[in-house]
Antibody, heavy 125, light 111 residues
Framework: QITLKESGPTLVKPTQTLTLTCSFSGISLTTYGVGVGWVRQPPGKALEWLALIYWDDDQRFSPSLRSRLTIAKDTSKNQVVLTLTNIDPVDTATYYC?????????????????WGQGTLVTVSS | QSVLTQPPSVSGAPGQRVTISCTGNSSNIGAGYDVHWYQQFPGAGPKLLIYANKNRPSGVPDRFSGSKSGTSASLAITGLQAEDEADYYCQSCDISLGDYVFGTGTKVTVL
């Protein structure tokens, strides 16, 4: 059974840095093709992909947020950490941890097979 | 930003068939990238419903089906049930706007 769980602050002040941790089980970021990353959803709005880190340490970021995002993995702890700098009220959202499996033989382009329950982060002074 | 366009809402009576469109362009769906669909209930995280255009993960009822043609894709729900009332999002890849993009989302209402 694959599970992902997000943890981090629920309230962050503007200009601060947000750090979120995804702790997962049932998958390994040492397995070929596997990726773990983040998607967010502002209240009442659509989903927005943020970042992914792959088994080979390749990292991908949303172009609109690239300058503010970092992502790192700790394979010994089965964790992925996302940081978002210079946070603003528009960054208020539920942040989801996601898992993408090896797409070999499936098709062209990855999908997000498993999702965490999400964590709501509010940005306010 | 959402570069895949979906209708804001669709509705149908129980037992009816409804379809949700997902319209992209030559940088995403039209470039040959697969389309995937997610179902999201209020207050819950999304769940993978269809992957690679038409494949259902284990446990997804066969009343859900997907298709893709040209620069668009569709999700069909046949034999609509009250429990299908949720938000639905399509997702693909985009070679010019970043690796992964989502649709604008569609709310399905069962009348």
């Amino acid at each position: 059974q694959i599970t992902l769980k997000e943890s981090g602050p629920t309230l962050v002040k503007p200009t601060q840095t947000l750090t979120l941790t995804c702790s997962f089980s049932g998958i390994s970021l040492t397995t070929y093709g596997v990726g773990v990353g983040w998607v967010r959803q502002p209240p009442g709005k659509a989903l927005e992909w943020l970042a992914l880190i792959y088994w080979d340490d390749d990292q991908r970021f949303s172009p609109s947020l690239r300058s503010r995002l970092t992502i790192a993995k700790d394979t010994s702890k089965n964790q992925v950490v996302l940081t978002l700098t210079n946070i603003d009220p528009v960054d208020t959202a539920t942040y989801y941890c996601i898992h993408t499996p090896d797409p070999t033989g499936v098709g062209l382009g990855r999908y997000f097979h498993h999702w965490g329950q999400g964590t709501l982060v509010t940005v306010s002074s | 930003q959402s570069v895949l366009t979906q209708p804001p809402s669709v509705s149908g009576a129980p037992g009816q068939r409804v379809t949700i469109s997902c319209t992209g362009n030559s940088s995403n769906i039209g470039a040959g990238y697969d389309v995937h669909w997610y179902q999201q209930f209020p207050g819950a995280g999304p769940k993978l419903l269809i992957y690679a255009n038409k494949n259902r993960p284990s446990g997804v009822p066969d009343r859900f089906s997907g298709s893709k043609s040209g620069t668009s894709a569709s999700l069909a729900i046949t034999g609509l049930q009250a429990e299908d009332e949720a938000d639905y999002y399509c997702q693909s890849c985009d070679i010019s706007l970043g690796d992964y993009v989502f649709g604008t989302g569609t709310k399905v209402t069962v009348l």
